[in-house]
């Protein structure tokens, strides 16, 4: 029998690798354990399943674990990070990082001071978000500059953010906070104003509170008698903590639609106005994605009532490109700036009675 290959030849590539990348929404607790000495990681869905596997409910690593299940709305899962008793932090959370990288905030069951220090290096090289909380009284001492949270702040650490709590030797409300901000995409959320469940409020005065947010450390406290909610939402450097998360997710989906573009183009991406303009779409993909989750401004109007747009992206023209850089194939200058969202923590409103108006 003949073959219709000979009439019709048909070849199809398959243009559709996909590339995953690391969720935002997966945290890692770091403690001391000896649950499962063959693996670095365990994932746990209920603090329960660490009751079954031995451990005590008074180890810090469950009352951490207990306290991000705790939440209303909370994480799927949790990774425990072991440490062994002899090595540093920094030793196990290579290791760690090595077995298993696929999460992004980091939690230290341990309050000792000069390993959440080398917790919060670590963090800051490998582009991790790492949260804890002290009980030390220095921190609301407006006297004071040794306490941890200005230990944090001298060395501006962009990628850790601590805690001021009264009772934070037993309680972990860096992971309860955490836990429930994870919930929401970056972007879409604020680490201030949240309600916690299962955390002690702290009874401050306003100016232990103004000590406390000078030093960029976030506070959990009761107002009008009758609700507590977390002031401030800071990593130790000043920025707020859900714009370096939704920084770290629009790096990555950045990449992963511009390398997407790269491998799945058909035979090559060209060297051309028409592929610099497929890079710029890549790119202005993730831009949109930033706009729909809530990191990026929508397009808004000013006084004028003339557009100011979410986002501007500039691309060279292929005819501005160097041959050098042409010959060594690579493209540069693709630059793009967007307007962050943020968020309303404050509101101040003046009014005016009288008999007219």
Sequence with gaps: ?????????????????????????????????????????????????????????????????????????????????????????????????????????????????????????????NGKLFVTASSDENIINAGQTDDLASQLEKKQFYRTACIYSHKANEEYPEVALMSYAFTFYPGAETWNLKKLAGVSYSPLAEGEYIAASKKNATTFEKFNGSFA?????????????????????????????????????????????????????????ALDLGVVRGGIAPVELDDDNKEIPSYVITLPRSANISANNKAKRLLQDVKFSARL???IHLVEIKGNLSYSL
């Design 1 to 125: 029998m003949a073959k219709i290959d000979r009439l019709v030849n048909v070849n199809i590539d398959l243009n559709s690798t996909a590339i995953a990348g690391k969720s935002f929404s997966d945290m890692l607790i770091l403690g001391e354990h000896t649950l499962n000495t063959q693996t670095r990681i365990l994932v746990v869905t209920d603090p329960n399943e660490l009751l079954d596997l031995g451990l005590e409910a008074t180890n810090p690593l469950y009352l951490a674990v207990q306290a991000a299940f705790a939440q209303g709305t909370h994480v799927a899962q949790v990774f425990i990070g072991r440490k062994d008793s002899e090595e540093t932090v920094t030793d196990a959370l290579a290791a760690i990082a090595k077995e298993n990288n696929d999460w992004y905030g980091l939690a230290f069951a341990s309050r000792e001071s000069d390993d959440v220090l080398l917790v919060a290096a670590w963090a800051e090289a």
């Design 229 to 285: 909610v977390t002031q401030g939402g800071k990593v130790a450097a000043g920025e707020w903590i859900d714009v370096i998360r939704f920084r770290d997710w629009l790096v990555q989906e950045v990449q992963i639609n511009v390398t997407s573009l790269l491998i799945n183009s058909y035979g090559k991406l060209p060297y051309t106005d028409q592929g610099i303009e497929m890079v710029g779409k890549a790119i202005r993909q």
């Design 341 to 343: 969202a943020g968020a």
